[in-house]
Structures are given as C-alpha cells and as structure tokens.
C-alpha cells in the first residue's frame, strides 16, 4: 500500500548544473503528473503522462526542462543548465487514469530543490 | 483553465466549524469542484470533489450553489490537526485532469 515517493527529498545544487528528480508513482496509475510550487506560490503544473506518453508538456517552463517515463512507472523529471529561479519544491502526483471525473490524484512529498 | 480566488489566510478556533469559499468564475461547464488540503513539507491530500448542490463525505461538506461561481468548503468541530492550507482547483472531467492551483487559504487552528 505504498504511496507516491519521490526522491531526493532534498537537492541542492550550483546554478549551471543538471538535475535529475525521480517519481515513482502508486503500482498501477497509469496517469502521472509533475507540478512545481514555488516559495509562497499555488501548484503549477508542469507535465503530464498517460501510460510512457507525455501528451501535455504545456507546463514546461522552458527547453531546459524534460521529463520522460519509462515502463509505465518511474518518470524522472531533468532540469538542465539550472538557474536560481527554478528552485522550488517538485511535486509528482499519480492517478489510476485520467479522463474520469472521480479520480483523485495522490501526490508525493515532493523534491525541495535549491539552486545556490 | 479556469482561475480560482481565495481569501489568504484565517484562524478559527478548535472546535469550530470552519467554512472556506472559493470563487470560480471561469469554471466551465465540465469541470468539478475539487478540494485539496496540504501541511508543511508534504504533497496536497485530496479531500472532496463535486459538480452541483452538496457533497458530504466524512471529513468535510462541499456546498455549490446553482451558479457554480463559487464553492465553500466545511470543516465540522476542527482540530489543531486541521491547520494546513487549502485549495479549491477545478477538474475537467475528461481529457488529462490537470488542476490549477490557486494560492490556497492558510487555515490556522487556535487552541
């Protein structure tokens, strides 16, 4: 009965430097989602995937931002050339599909990311 | 998506009822009404979700009026274990389910 965890619960890194945050969602949702909330911010949504499929990358604030999911489970979300701004805390969040209107997401504790 | 607008911050004091509205002035006909509640360090936890008049479930009663402009959550004899911040993003009942995240309402819980 384990939950959405993501790892690490914490990363500090250099401004310049890649990052990579991992998701691994509840066994068996197929709809995975990556929300950013920055300090004293609401939720903003970044990516969502069905199955390894990412039809919806609106979120994405910018090239240097990708993520992928790989067998239907773990998603890593990679930010590249990481700037001062883009720190936050990343919250995944996972449901058993989308496209319904009951089905709640559960969400991890999230990464807190920090970019000195 | 629609834009949802929430007072900022209250207290209310343990064993009150707690009521908190939300406004959704751009909600569209196929969105629901959904309510998350998040504490410091940790991911939003969903806590009721509807689409018209009132929805009772064992934690909370949401009231949505014929309109749908606006919702108000209702916490019953709150604890000290309800102070967390909540959120009311609306949720297309098809395609991807992406919420949109308002700011929240800071509910504090006074001893």
């Known amino acids: 009965g384990a939950g959405v965890s993501q790892s690490p619960s914490n990363k500090v890194t250099e401004k310049g430097k890649d990052v990579e945050l991992r998701c691994d969602p509840i066994?068996?949702?197929?709809?995975l989602y990556w929300y950013r909330q920055s300090l004293g911010q609401g939720l903003e949504f970044l990516i969502y995937?069905?199955?390894?499929?990412?039809?919806?990358k609106s979120g994405l604030p910018s090239d240097r931002f990708s993520a992928e999911r790989t067998g239907g489970s773990v998603s890593t979300l990679t930010i590249q050339r990481t700037q001062q701004e883009d720190s936050a805390v990343y919250l995944c969040?996972?449901?058993?599909?989308?496209?319904?209107?009951?089905?709640?997401?559960?969400f991890g504790p999230g990464t807190r990311l920090t970019v000195l | 998506l629609a834009k949802t607008t929430q007072p900022i911050s209250m207290d209310s004091y343990e064993g009150q009822e707690v009521n908190i509205t939300c406004s959704h002035n751009?909600?569209?006909?196929?969105?629901?009404i959904t309510w998350y509640q998040q504490f410091p360090s940790q991911g939003p936890r969903f806590i009721i979700q509807?689409?018209?008049t009132k929805v009772t479930n064992e934690v909370a009663s949401l009231f949505i009026p014929a309109d749908r402009k606006s919702s108000t959550l209702s916490l019953p004899r709150v604890s000290l274990s309800d102070t967390a911040v909540y959120y009311c993003?609306?949720?297309?009942?098809?395609?991807?389910?992406?919420?949109?995240f308002g700011k929240g309402n800071q509910v504090v819980v006074i001893p």
């Open positions: 969040a996972s449901s058993s599909l989308a496209g319904g209107a009951y089905n709640e997401q559960f």
């Open positions: 066994s068996g949702h197929t709809a």
């Open positions: 995937f069905q199955g390894n499929s990412a039809p919806d």
């Open positions: 751009n909600i569209a006909t196929n969105d629901y």
């Open positions: 509807g689409y018209k």
């Open positions: 993003p609306p949720k297309t009942a098809y395609g991807n389910n992406r919420l949109a």
